[in-house]
Protein backbone atom coordinates (compact mmCIF):
# COMPACT_ATOMS: atom_id res chain seq x y z
CA UNK A 1 0.00 0.00 0.00
CA UNK A 2 2.90 2.39 0.10
CA UNK A 3 3.82 4.94 3.28
CA UNK A 4 1.05 5.99 5.77
CA UNK A 5 0.88 9.01 4.48
CA UNK A 6 -0.05 7.90 0.99
CA UNK A 7 -2.66 5.78 2.49
CA UNK A 8 -3.91 8.85 4.29
CA UNK A 9 -4.44 10.36 0.89
CA UNK A 10 -6.38 7.71 -0.31
CA UNK A 11 -9.03 7.37 2.25
CA UNK A 12 -12.05 9.54 2.15
CA UNK A 13 -13.63 10.38 5.87
CA UNK A 14 -17.32 10.43 5.66
CA UNK A 15 -19.88 11.31 8.03
CA UNK A 16 -23.03 11.35 8.99
CA UNK A 17 -25.19 13.07 11.41
CA UNK A 18 -28.73 13.28 10.94
CA UNK A 19 -30.62 9.94 10.28
CA UNK A 20 -34.13 11.40 9.37
CA UNK A 21 -36.21 14.88 9.63
CA UNK A 22 -35.91 15.47 13.56
CA UNK A 23 -32.47 13.74 14.37
CA UNK A 24 -30.52 15.37 16.40
CA UNK A 25 -29.93 19.08 15.71
CA UNK A 26 -26.92 19.76 17.02
CA UNK A 27 -25.31 16.61 16.21
CA UNK A 28 -23.72 17.78 12.88
CA UNK A 29 -21.59 20.51 14.92
CA UNK A 30 -20.79 18.43 17.74
CA UNK A 31 -19.10 16.25 14.96
CA UNK A 32 -17.40 19.02 13.08
CA UNK A 33 -15.89 20.17 16.03
CA UNK A 34 -14.24 17.36 17.35
CA UNK A 35 -13.16 15.65 13.77
CA UNK A 36 -11.71 16.47 10.19
CA UNK A 37 -14.17 14.55 7.56
CA UNK A 38 -13.84 15.08 3.82
CA UNK A 39 -18.28 15.06 3.60
CA UNK A 40 -20.76 15.15 5.42
CA UNK A 41 -24.07 13.22 4.64
CA UNK A 42 -26.79 14.25 6.09
CA UNK A 43 -30.25 12.37 5.75
CA UNK A 44 -33.77 13.57 5.71
CA UNK A 45 -36.20 11.30 3.83
CA UNK A 46 -38.23 8.13 5.28
CA UNK A 47 -40.71 6.39 3.56
CA UNK A 48 -43.70 9.06 4.30
CA UNK A 49 -41.70 12.11 4.64
CA UNK A 50 -42.30 12.98 0.91
CA UNK A 51 -45.85 13.30 1.08
CA UNK A 52 -45.86 15.50 4.50
CA UNK A 53 -43.45 18.19 2.33
CA UNK A 54 -46.01 17.78 -0.47
CA UNK A 55 -48.97 18.51 2.00
CA UNK A 56 -47.01 21.24 3.46
CA UNK A 57 -46.18 22.38 -0.55
CA UNK A 58 -50.13 22.28 -1.02
CA UNK A 59 -50.25 24.92 1.70
CA UNK A 60 -47.32 27.14 0.79
CA UNK A 61 -45.47 26.81 -2.68
CA UNK A 62 -41.77 27.72 -0.52
CA UNK A 63 -42.53 24.41 1.81
CA UNK A 64 -41.76 21.21 0.93
CA UNK A 65 -38.24 20.30 1.70
CA UNK A 66 -36.30 19.16 5.58
CA UNK A 67 -35.55 22.90 6.95
CA UNK A 68 -33.55 21.25 9.48
CA UNK A 69 -30.65 21.67 7.00
CA UNK A 70 -30.81 25.27 7.43
CA UNK A 71 -31.04 25.51 11.14
CA UNK A 72 -28.06 22.97 10.62
CA UNK A 73 -26.21 25.31 8.29
CA UNK A 74 -26.50 28.46 10.44
CA UNK A 75 -24.96 26.46 13.21
CA UNK A 76 -22.14 24.98 11.15
CA UNK A 77 -21.31 27.88 8.84
CA UNK A 78 -18.23 29.06 10.42
CA UNK A 79 -16.53 25.44 10.53
CA UNK A 80 -17.93 25.70 6.57
CA UNK A 81 -15.50 28.56 6.41
CA UNK A 82 -12.17 26.79 8.74
CA UNK A 83 -12.49 23.61 7.14
CA UNK A 84 -11.82 23.72 3.10
CA UNK A 85 -11.74 20.57 2.47
CA UNK A 86 -15.59 19.91 4.09
CA UNK A 87 -18.47 19.27 1.61
CA UNK A 88 -21.88 18.06 2.12
CA UNK A 89 -24.37 15.93 0.88
CA UNK A 90 -27.46 15.65 1.84
CA UNK A 91 -31.71 14.78 0.44
CA UNK A 92 -33.03 17.83 2.39
CA UNK A 93 -34.02 19.03 -0.47
CA UNK A 94 -37.09 16.82 -0.63
CA UNK A 95 -40.24 17.83 -3.07
CA UNK A 96 -38.32 21.49 -2.90
CA UNK A 97 -34.86 21.16 -3.49
CA UNK A 98 -34.73 24.74 -4.67
CA UNK A 99 -36.20 26.04 -1.91
CA UNK A 100 -33.89 24.78 0.45
CA UNK A 101 -31.10 25.77 -1.73
CA UNK A 102 -32.19 29.10 -2.18
CA UNK A 103 -32.91 29.45 1.85
CA UNK A 104 -29.65 27.43 2.64
CA UNK A 105 -27.79 30.05 -0.11
CA UNK A 106 -29.42 33.06 1.96
CA UNK A 107 -27.76 31.88 5.10
CA UNK A 108 -24.26 31.46 3.17
CA UNK A 109 -24.14 35.12 1.65
CA UNK A 110 -25.24 36.42 5.04
CA UNK A 111 -22.09 35.19 6.55
CA UNK A 112 -19.80 35.93 3.73
CA UNK A 113 -20.16 32.40 1.68
CA UNK A 114 -21.39 33.62 -1.36
CA UNK A 115 -19.79 32.19 -3.38
CA UNK A 116 -19.75 28.68 -2.07
CA UNK A 117 -21.35 26.37 -5.18
CA UNK A 118 -24.55 24.63 -4.29
CA UNK A 119 -25.29 21.54 -6.78
CA UNK A 120 -28.87 20.76 -6.42
CA UNK A 121 -30.19 17.22 -8.16
CA UNK A 122 -33.59 16.95 -10.12
CA UNK A 123 -35.65 14.49 -11.65
CA UNK A 124 -36.25 12.13 -8.82
CA UNK A 125 -39.72 14.13 -8.78
CA UNK A 126 -42.50 12.18 -11.05
CA UNK A 127 -45.60 14.07 -10.18
CA UNK A 128 -45.33 16.50 -12.97
CA UNK A 129 -44.66 13.38 -15.13
CA UNK A 130 -47.08 10.98 -14.16
CA UNK A 131 -49.47 11.50 -17.18
CA UNK A 132 -46.84 10.88 -19.33
CA UNK A 133 -45.23 8.29 -17.99
CA UNK A 134 -48.49 6.38 -18.25
CA UNK A 135 -48.14 6.68 -21.42
CA UNK A 136 -45.10 5.54 -21.76
CA UNK A 137 -46.89 2.40 -20.64
CA UNK A 138 -45.62 2.88 -17.07
CA UNK A 139 -48.43 0.99 -14.56
CA UNK A 140 -47.19 1.78 -11.43
CA UNK A 141 -47.20 -1.44 -10.35
CA UNK A 142 -47.39 -2.23 -6.15
CA UNK A 143 -44.49 -3.79 -5.56
CA UNK A 144 -45.52 -6.11 -3.13
CA UNK A 145 -48.84 -7.26 -4.49
CA UNK A 146 -48.28 -6.54 -8.43
CA UNK A 147 -51.46 -4.49 -8.57
CA UNK A 148 -51.82 -1.38 -10.76
CA UNK A 149 -52.28 1.90 -9.20
CA UNK A 150 -55.87 2.25 -11.45
CA UNK A 151 -57.94 4.87 -10.13
CA UNK A 152 -55.88 5.59 -7.19
CA UNK A 153 -53.65 7.85 -9.71
CA UNK A 154 -56.30 10.89 -8.44
CA UNK A 155 -55.27 10.63 -4.57
CA UNK A 156 -51.72 10.47 -5.55
CA UNK A 157 -49.99 13.14 -3.56
CA UNK A 158 -46.09 12.34 -4.46
CA UNK A 159 -44.74 10.16 -6.39
CA UNK A 160 -40.70 10.13 -5.95
CA UNK A 161 -37.71 7.96 -7.89
CA UNK A 162 -35.13 6.68 -5.91
CA UNK A 163 -32.59 8.67 -7.84
CA UNK A 164 -28.59 7.25 -7.52
CA UNK A 165 -25.39 8.40 -6.59
CA UNK A 166 -24.29 9.44 -10.27
CA UNK A 167 -26.07 12.78 -10.57
CA UNK A 168 -23.91 13.52 -7.11
CA UNK A 169 -20.81 12.21 -8.54
CA UNK A 170 -21.81 14.82 -11.48
CA UNK A 171 -22.13 17.63 -9.14
CA UNK A 172 -19.48 17.17 -7.04
CA UNK A 173 -17.50 17.05 -10.50
CA UNK A 174 -18.94 20.60 -11.38
CA UNK A 175 -17.03 22.00 -8.09
CA UNK A 176 -20.15 21.80 -5.35
CA UNK A 177 -19.09 21.87 -1.76
CA UNK A 178 -23.24 21.30 -0.88
CA UNK A 179 -25.08 19.14 -3.22
CA UNK A 180 -28.73 19.04 -2.02
CA UNK A 181 -31.07 16.50 -3.36
CA UNK A 182 -34.26 15.26 -3.86
CA UNK A 183 -35.39 11.40 -3.36
CA UNK A 184 -31.89 9.46 -3.75
CA UNK A 185 -31.34 6.27 -2.19
CA UNK A 186 -30.08 6.64 1.18
CA UNK A 187 -26.48 4.80 0.27
CA UNK A 188 -26.66 7.20 -2.70
CA UNK A 189 -25.43 10.06 -0.75
CA UNK A 190 -22.20 8.13 0.32
CA UNK A 191 -21.40 6.31 -3.10
CA UNK A 192 -21.63 9.88 -4.82
CA UNK A 193 -18.69 10.91 -2.72
CA UNK A 194 -16.91 7.87 -2.94
CA UNK A 195 -16.78 7.73 -6.98
CA UNK A 196 -15.98 11.04 -7.38
CA UNK A 197 -12.88 10.97 -5.02
CA UNK A 198 -11.84 7.22 -6.64
CA UNK A 199 -13.17 7.36 -10.10
CA UNK A 200 -14.61 3.74 -9.98
CA UNK A 201 -16.18 2.44 -13.16
CA UNK A 202 -20.50 2.53 -12.62
CA UNK A 203 -20.17 -0.79 -13.00
CA UNK A 204 -17.34 -1.68 -10.45
CA UNK A 205 -19.68 -4.16 -8.74
CA UNK A 206 -17.66 -4.46 -5.27
CA UNK A 207 -16.41 -1.25 -5.39
CA UNK A 208 -20.05 0.19 -5.40
CA UNK A 209 -21.34 -2.54 -3.02
CA UNK A 210 -18.54 -1.56 -0.80
CA UNK A 211 -19.69 2.23 -0.54
CA UNK A 212 -23.33 1.26 -0.73
CA UNK A 213 -22.33 -1.16 2.50
CA UNK A 214 -21.07 1.56 3.96
CA UNK A 215 -23.35 4.16 3.39
CA UNK A 216 -25.85 1.86 4.40
CA UNK A 217 -24.07 1.44 8.08
CA UNK A 218 -24.10 5.17 8.48
CA UNK A 219 -27.25 6.54 6.76
CA UNK A 220 -29.16 6.13 10.62
CA UNK A 221 -26.87 8.23 12.70
CA UNK A 222 -26.16 7.12 15.85
CA UNK A 223 -27.63 3.82 15.08
CA UNK A 224 -24.42 2.53 13.94
CA UNK A 225 -22.58 4.04 17.23
CA UNK A 226 -24.45 2.49 20.01
CA UNK A 227 -27.59 4.05 19.85
CA UNK A 228 -30.85 2.11 19.45
CA UNK A 229 -29.08 -0.99 20.78
CA UNK A 230 -30.35 -3.14 22.57
CA UNK A 231 -27.36 -3.63 25.11
CA UNK A 232 -27.82 0.27 25.61
CA UNK A 233 -26.32 -0.45 28.80
CA UNK A 234 -22.75 -0.80 28.05
CA UNK A 235 -22.20 2.76 26.69
CA UNK A 236 -22.32 6.16 27.43
CA UNK A 237 -25.17 8.11 25.52
CA UNK A 238 -25.56 11.16 26.49
CA UNK A 239 -22.65 12.45 23.92
CA UNK A 240 -23.43 10.19 21.80
CA UNK A 241 -20.98 10.24 18.62
CA UNK A 242 -21.99 9.74 14.90
CA UNK A 243 -20.75 7.57 12.82
CA UNK A 244 -17.51 7.72 10.06
CA UNK A 245 -17.04 5.71 7.28
CA UNK A 246 -13.38 6.36 6.14
CA UNK A 247 -13.31 4.44 2.50
CA UNK A 248 -10.00 3.62 1.16
CA UNK A 249 -9.67 3.33 -2.94
CA UNK A 250 -11.16 0.02 -3.31
CA UNK A 251 -14.49 0.73 -1.71
CA UNK A 252 -13.50 -1.23 1.68
CA UNK A 253 -13.72 0.79 4.78
CA UNK A 254 -13.24 1.33 8.47
CA UNK A 255 -16.46 2.13 10.46
CA UNK A 256 -15.72 4.64 13.79
CA UNK A 257 -16.61 7.83 15.37
CA UNK A 258 -15.01 11.11 16.94
CA UNK A 259 -12.56 10.61 19.71
CA UNK A 260 -14.09 10.94 23.13
CA UNK A 261 -17.64 10.85 21.72
CA UNK A 262 -19.68 8.82 23.43
CA UNK A 263 -21.65 5.54 22.73
CA UNK A 264 -19.52 3.00 21.03
CA UNK A 265 -18.45 1.41 17.40
CA UNK A 266 -17.55 -2.56 18.13
CA UNK A 267 -17.98 -5.39 15.71
CA UNK A 268 -21.86 -5.35 17.17
CA UNK A 269 -22.78 -2.38 16.60
CA UNK A 270 -21.88 -2.49 13.46
CA UNK A 271 -23.54 -5.38 13.13
CA UNK A 272 -26.52 -3.97 14.48
CA UNK A 273 -27.06 -1.45 11.95
CA UNK A 274 -25.76 -3.73 8.68
CA UNK A 275 -29.18 -6.12 9.67
CA UNK A 276 -31.34 -3.01 10.25
CA UNK A 277 -34.45 -2.65 7.83
CA UNK A 278 -33.39 -5.13 5.28
CA UNK A 279 -35.35 -8.13 3.79
CA UNK A 280 -33.27 -10.83 1.70
CA UNK A 281 -29.34 -10.17 2.68
CA UNK A 282 -28.02 -11.51 -0.52
CA UNK A 283 -30.11 -8.68 -2.43
CA UNK A 284 -30.01 -5.47 -1.00
CA UNK A 285 -31.39 -3.63 -4.05
CA UNK A 286 -29.58 0.19 -4.52
CA UNK A 287 -30.31 2.18 -8.19
CA UNK A 288 -26.40 1.94 -8.20
CA UNK A 289 -25.87 -1.93 -7.38
CA UNK A 290 -27.31 -4.94 -5.90
CA UNK A 291 -25.20 -5.72 -3.08
CA UNK A 292 -24.73 -9.34 -1.05
CA UNK A 293 -24.35 -8.40 2.58
CA UNK A 294 -23.72 -12.42 3.18
CA UNK A 295 -19.84 -11.79 2.15
CA UNK A 296 -19.55 -9.37 4.89
CA UNK A 297 -16.95 -9.99 7.42
CA UNK A 298 -16.02 -7.65 10.24
CA UNK A 299 -12.62 -7.24 12.13
CA UNK A 300 -12.05 -4.94 15.17
CA UNK A 301 -8.77 -2.91 14.59
CA UNK A 302 -9.21 -0.91 17.77
CA UNK A 303 -11.00 0.45 20.09
CA UNK A 304 -13.96 2.46 18.44
CA UNK A 305 -12.56 1.03 14.71
CA UNK A 306 -14.25 -1.47 12.79
CA UNK A 307 -12.91 -2.61 9.33
CA UNK A 308 -15.67 -4.15 7.18
CA UNK A 309 -14.31 -6.56 4.24
CA UNK A 310 -15.39 -8.55 1.80
CA UNK A 311 -18.57 -6.57 -0.18
CA UNK A 312 -19.69 -7.94 -2.78
CA UNK A 313 -22.09 -6.50 -5.56
CA UNK A 314 -23.75 -7.15 -8.86
CA UNK A 315 -25.35 -5.80 -12.05
CA UNK A 316 -27.66 -2.53 -10.73
CA UNK A 317 -31.27 -3.33 -11.28
CA UNK A 318 -32.90 -1.68 -14.78
CA UNK A 319 -35.28 0.16 -12.82
CA UNK A 320 -35.53 2.97 -10.12
CA UNK A 321 -37.40 1.75 -7.05
CA UNK A 322 -40.39 4.71 -6.71
CA UNK A 323 -42.46 5.57 -3.75
CA UNK A 324 -46.19 7.12 -4.04
CA UNK A 325 -48.27 8.39 -1.76
CA UNK A 326 -51.76 9.08 -2.03
CA UNK A 327 -54.39 10.55 -0.09
CA UNK A 328 -56.38 7.43 2.14
CA UNK A 329 -58.96 9.08 4.95
CA UNK A 330 -57.98 10.50 8.14
CA UNK A 331 -56.95 9.30 11.34
CA UNK A 332 -56.82 10.59 15.39
CA UNK A 333 -55.78 9.47 18.71
CA UNK A 334 -56.12 10.34 22.05
CA UNK A 335 -55.08 8.79 25.64
CA UNK A 336 -56.40 8.92 29.23
CA UNK A 337 -54.37 7.83 31.84
CA UNK A 338 -56.36 5.81 33.74
CA UNK A 339 -55.60 5.42 37.69
CA UNK A 340 -57.08 2.93 40.50
CA UNK A 341 -56.56 -0.69 41.19
CA UNK A 342 -58.97 -1.36 38.65
CA UNK A 343 -57.76 0.55 35.95
CA UNK A 344 -57.56 -1.94 33.25
CA UNK A 345 -61.08 -3.35 33.55
CA UNK A 346 -62.03 1.22 33.81
CA UNK A 347 -59.98 1.49 30.87
CA UNK A 348 -61.54 -1.18 28.70
CA UNK A 349 -64.79 0.13 29.70
CA UNK A 350 -64.13 3.84 29.26
CA UNK A 351 -62.86 2.50 25.81
CA UNK A 352 -66.55 1.00 25.26
CA UNK A 353 -68.27 4.44 26.21
CA UNK A 354 -66.66 6.20 23.27
CA UNK A 355 -67.69 3.73 20.90
CA UNK A 356 -71.16 3.19 22.20
CA UNK A 357 -71.26 6.73 21.99
CA UNK A 358 -70.16 7.06 18.90
CA UNK A 359 -73.07 4.23 17.74
CA UNK A 360 -75.71 6.34 19.18
CA UNK A 361 -74.56 9.19 17.23
CA UNK A 362 -75.04 6.91 13.87
CA UNK A 363 -71.15 6.89 13.82
CA UNK A 364 -69.51 3.63 12.74
CA UNK A 365 -65.46 4.31 12.49
CA UNK A 366 -63.79 1.89 9.63
CA UNK A 367 -61.37 0.93 12.12
CA UNK A 368 -60.58 1.27 15.82
CA UNK A 369 -57.86 0.47 17.48
CA UNK A 370 -56.99 0.48 21.58
CA UNK A 371 -53.73 0.01 23.25
CA UNK A 372 -53.61 -0.04 27.67
CA UNK A 373 -49.78 0.99 27.77
CA UNK A 374 -48.37 0.20 30.51
CA UNK A 375 -49.70 -3.33 30.70
CA UNK A 376 -48.24 -4.63 27.47
CA UNK A 377 -50.26 -3.69 24.66
CA UNK A 378 -47.15 -1.54 22.75
CA UNK A 379 -46.78 -5.10 20.73
CA UNK A 380 -50.87 -6.18 21.04
CA UNK A 381 -51.57 -9.59 21.02
CA UNK A 382 -48.21 -10.70 23.01
CA UNK A 383 -49.51 -11.00 26.36
CA UNK A 384 -52.90 -10.72 28.77
CA UNK A 385 -52.27 -7.37 31.00
CA UNK A 386 -51.35 -7.77 34.27
CA UNK A 387 -54.19 -7.89 37.27
CA UNK A 388 -52.16 -5.19 39.83
CA UNK A 389 -51.03 -2.87 37.69
CA UNK A 390 -51.46 0.97 39.41
CA UNK A 391 -52.29 2.76 36.04
CA UNK A 392 -52.23 2.48 32.70
CA UNK A 393 -52.32 4.86 29.88
CA UNK A 394 -55.67 3.72 27.68
CA UNK A 395 -54.75 5.08 23.95
CA UNK A 396 -57.50 4.57 21.41
CA UNK A 397 -56.63 5.34 17.68
CA UNK A 398 -59.29 5.58 14.64
CA UNK A 399 -59.30 5.62 11.31
CA UNK A 400 -61.99 6.16 8.64
CA UNK A 401 -62.17 7.37 4.81
CA UNK A 402 -64.42 10.68 6.39
CA UNK A 403 -63.09 13.38 8.29
CA UNK A 404 -65.97 14.17 10.04
CA UNK A 405 -66.38 11.28 11.39
CA UNK A 406 -62.67 11.13 12.98
CA UNK A 407 -63.47 14.86 14.22
CA UNK A 408 -66.64 12.93 15.74
CA UNK A 409 -64.49 10.40 17.86
CA UNK A 410 -61.72 13.34 18.38
CA UNK A 411 -64.87 14.68 20.53
CA UNK A 412 -65.47 11.76 22.82
CA UNK A 413 -62.42 12.54 25.19
CA UNK A 414 -63.01 15.62 26.93
CA UNK A 415 -66.67 14.38 27.91
CA UNK A 416 -65.71 12.20 30.05
CA UNK A 417 -63.90 14.44 32.52
CA UNK A 418 -67.33 15.21 33.71
CA UNK A 419 -69.31 12.09 32.51
CA UNK A 420 -67.15 9.05 32.79
CA UNK A 421 -65.50 7.13 35.47
CA UNK A 422 -63.28 8.85 38.41
CA UNK A 423 -59.75 8.41 38.06
CA UNK A 424 -59.23 9.41 34.65
CA UNK A 425 -56.23 12.08 33.92
CA UNK A 426 -54.82 13.54 31.00
CA UNK A 427 -56.99 15.89 29.36
CA UNK A 428 -54.53 19.27 29.59
CA UNK A 429 -53.68 18.75 25.78
CA UNK A 430 -56.42 19.20 24.48
CA UNK A 431 -58.68 17.46 21.70
CA UNK A 432 -57.08 14.93 19.53
CA UNK A 433 -55.87 16.49 16.32
CA UNK A 434 -57.47 15.21 12.84
CA UNK A 435 -54.24 14.02 10.53
CA UNK A 436 -55.01 13.17 7.14
CA UNK A 437 -53.49 9.84 6.11
CA UNK A 438 -51.38 9.06 3.26
CA UNK A 439 -50.83 5.15 2.23
CA UNK A 440 -47.64 4.59 0.60
CA UNK A 441 -47.43 2.90 -2.81
CA UNK A 442 -43.69 1.36 -3.75
CA UNK A 443 -43.48 0.34 -7.15
CA UNK A 444 -40.69 0.43 -10.04
CA UNK A 445 -40.02 3.13 -12.60
CA UNK A 446 -37.90 2.00 -15.69
CA UNK A 447 -34.79 4.30 -15.46
CA UNK A 448 -34.72 5.31 -19.06
CA UNK A 449 -38.06 6.99 -18.15
CA UNK A 450 -36.47 8.86 -15.39
CA UNK A 451 -33.88 11.88 -15.90
CA UNK A 452 -31.58 13.07 -13.17
CA UNK A 453 -30.46 16.51 -14.00
CA UNK A 454 -28.14 18.54 -12.12
CA UNK A 455 -27.37 22.42 -11.57
CA UNK A 456 -24.65 23.68 -10.22
CA UNK A 457 -24.58 27.31 -9.10
CA UNK A 458 -23.19 29.60 -6.37
CA UNK A 459 -24.70 30.83 -3.14
CA UNK A 460 -25.40 34.00 -3.83
CA UNK A 461 -26.98 32.94 -6.99
CA UNK A 462 -29.70 30.32 -5.25
CA UNK A 463 -30.01 32.74 -2.54
CA UNK A 464 -31.60 35.24 -5.21
CA UNK A 465 -34.05 32.48 -6.81
CA UNK A 466 -37.53 33.52 -6.78
CA UNK A 467 -39.51 32.15 -4.60
CA UNK A 468 -42.21 30.62 -6.75
CA UNK A 469 -39.37 29.05 -8.76
CA UNK B 1 -35.78 -33.18 26.63
CA UNK B 2 -34.31 -29.76 28.19
CA UNK B 3 -35.85 -29.03 31.66
CA UNK B 4 -34.56 -25.13 31.83
CA UNK B 5 -34.89 -22.65 29.53
CA UNK B 6 -32.57 -18.89 28.30
CA UNK B 7 -33.74 -16.10 27.17
CA UNK B 8 -32.44 -15.17 23.88
CA UNK B 9 -31.46 -12.00 25.16
CA UNK B 10 -28.84 -13.92 27.03
CA UNK B 11 -26.82 -15.10 23.85
CA UNK B 12 -27.64 -12.08 21.29
CA UNK B 13 -29.03 -8.77 20.85
CA UNK B 14 -31.91 -7.71 18.20
CA UNK B 15 -32.70 -4.74 15.97
CA UNK B 16 -35.87 -4.64 14.50
CA UNK B 17 -37.34 -1.96 11.85
CA UNK B 18 -39.90 -1.64 9.26
CA UNK B 19 -40.08 -2.22 5.69
CA UNK B 20 -43.93 -0.96 4.21
CA UNK B 21 -46.07 -3.14 6.39
CA UNK B 22 -43.45 -6.27 6.85
CA UNK B 23 -41.18 -6.02 10.30
CA UNK B 24 -37.31 -6.97 9.67
CA UNK B 25 -35.93 -8.51 13.58
CA UNK B 26 -32.46 -9.48 13.20
CA UNK B 27 -31.01 -11.03 15.72
CA UNK B 28 -27.19 -10.76 16.31
CA UNK B 29 -25.24 -13.46 18.61
CA UNK B 30 -23.02 -12.13 20.71
CA UNK B 31 -20.29 -15.23 20.02
CA UNK B 32 -19.90 -18.31 17.23
CA UNK B 33 -21.33 -20.87 19.35
CA UNK B 34 -24.47 -18.83 20.26
CA UNK B 35 -24.78 -18.26 16.36
CA UNK B 36 -24.67 -21.78 15.52
CA UNK B 37 -27.17 -22.85 18.79
CA UNK B 38 -29.35 -20.03 17.05
CA UNK B 39 -29.52 -21.00 13.75
CA UNK B 40 -30.58 -24.58 15.06
CA UNK B 41 -33.28 -23.54 17.11
CA UNK B 42 -34.22 -19.69 16.58
CA UNK B 43 -36.58 -20.99 13.63
CA UNK B 44 -38.73 -18.68 11.41
CA UNK B 45 -41.44 -21.02 13.05
CA UNK B 46 -40.83 -20.37 16.67
CA UNK B 47 -40.40 -16.37 15.81
CA UNK B 48 -43.53 -16.73 13.90
CA UNK B 49 -45.57 -18.30 17.08
CA UNK B 50 -43.74 -15.89 18.86
CA UNK B 51 -45.17 -12.52 17.37
CA UNK B 52 -48.77 -14.68 16.08
CA UNK B 53 -50.40 -11.84 18.30
CA UNK B 54 -49.00 -9.49 15.31
CA UNK B 55 -51.36 -11.16 12.51
CA UNK B 56 -48.42 -11.75 10.31
CA UNK B 57 -49.25 -13.94 7.15
CA UNK B 58 -45.44 -15.69 7.34
CA UNK B 59 -42.33 -15.17 8.39
CA UNK B 60 -38.91 -15.72 6.22
CA UNK B 61 -35.44 -16.14 7.96
CA UNK B 62 -32.23 -15.11 6.56
CA UNK B 63 -28.89 -16.40 7.73
CA UNK B 64 -25.78 -14.14 7.63
CA UNK B 65 -23.06 -16.91 9.46
CA UNK B 66 -20.26 -14.50 8.82
CA UNK B 67 -22.07 -11.81 10.80
CA UNK B 68 -23.09 -14.09 13.54
CA UNK B 69 -26.91 -12.75 12.44
CA UNK B 70 -30.29 -13.96 11.80
CA UNK B 71 -32.69 -11.82 9.97
CA UNK B 72 -36.17 -12.40 10.16
CA UNK B 73 -38.80 -10.67 7.50
CA UNK B 74 -42.24 -10.80 9.51
CA UNK B 75 -44.91 -10.12 6.06
CA UNK B 76 -47.68 -7.61 6.92
CA UNK B 77 -47.08 -7.80 10.36
CA UNK B 78 -47.32 -3.95 11.43
CA UNK B 79 -51.14 -3.54 10.84
CA UNK B 80 -50.93 -1.27 7.89
CA UNK B 81 -47.15 -0.19 7.94
CA UNK B 82 -46.53 3.26 8.96
CA UNK B 83 -49.17 5.81 7.52
CA UNK B 84 -52.16 2.86 8.15
CA UNK B 85 -51.51 1.35 11.47
CA UNK B 86 -53.43 2.66 14.54
CA UNK B 87 -50.95 1.09 17.06
CA UNK B 88 -48.40 2.79 18.95
CA UNK B 89 -45.73 1.32 17.24
CA UNK B 90 -45.94 2.32 14.03
CA UNK B 91 -42.61 1.14 12.78
CA UNK B 92 -41.98 -2.68 14.45
CA UNK B 93 -39.40 -0.55 16.37
CA UNK B 94 -40.46 -2.52 19.99
CA UNK B 95 -40.09 -6.12 18.41
CA UNK B 96 -36.89 -6.47 18.74
CA UNK B 97 -36.47 -5.81 22.49
CA UNK B 98 -39.83 -8.02 22.77
CA UNK B 99 -37.85 -11.26 20.91
CA UNK B 100 -35.19 -11.39 23.88
CA UNK B 101 -37.74 -12.44 25.54
CA UNK B 102 -38.10 -15.84 23.83
CA UNK B 103 -37.21 -18.77 25.90
CA UNK B 104 -35.27 -21.41 24.61
CA UNK B 105 -33.70 -24.59 26.25
CA UNK B 106 -30.49 -24.41 27.83
CA UNK B 107 -27.96 -25.66 25.44
CA UNK B 108 -24.56 -28.02 27.19
CA UNK B 109 -22.08 -25.38 26.01
CA UNK B 110 -23.99 -22.30 27.33
CA UNK B 111 -20.90 -20.50 28.80
CA UNK B 112 -19.37 -20.32 25.27
CA UNK B 113 -22.20 -18.16 23.97
CA UNK B 114 -22.84 -16.12 26.80
CA UNK B 115 -21.27 -12.20 25.78
CA UNK B 116 -17.38 -12.01 25.88
CA UNK B 117 -14.68 -10.58 24.06
CA UNK B 118 -16.96 -10.48 20.85
Known amino acids: MGTGRAIKKMTLRIANAAGFWGDWPSAPRRLLETTEVDFLTLEYLAELTLSIMASQRKKSPAAGYATDF ?48 IGVVFGDDLLPQMDTLTKEGCEFLHFDRGEPLGTLREKVISANAY ?64 GYSTDWKSCQLANIGYPIAEIGSDGQFIITKPDGSGGQVTRHTVTEQL ?112 DDLPEVMLRIAAYDPRREAVAAFARQFAPLITNGPAGLAGYAQGRPSVRPVYSYWPTTVPKELVFPEVQVLDADHWAKTPENN | MHEKTIALGEVATARSGDKGNHAN ?56 GASQSLRIDTQGKLLGTALLDLQLPVPDNVTEMLRGNS
Not at chain 1, 88 to 102: D, E, F, H, K, Q
Not at chain 1, 192 to 220: M, R, T, Y
Open chain 2, 25 to 80: VAVIAWRQAGYQFLEEFLTAERVAEFFQGLGSSHVDRFALPKLGSLNFLLHDALGG
Open chain 1, 275 to 386: VYEIGDPAAYVTPDVIVDFTTVELAALAENRVAVRGSTGREAPESYKGSLAYADGFTASGQLLVFGKDCVVKAKVVAGLIEERLHQDGIELARMHTELLGAGDGLPGMRPPP
Open chain 1, 163 to 226: LGAEPIFRSLQKGARIVITGRVADASLTVGPAVHQFGWAWDDWNALAAASIAGHIIECGAQATG
Open chain 1, 70 to 117: VTVTEDIVSLLQTQSQLKIVTNAGGLNPISCARDVGKVLAKCGLGNLP
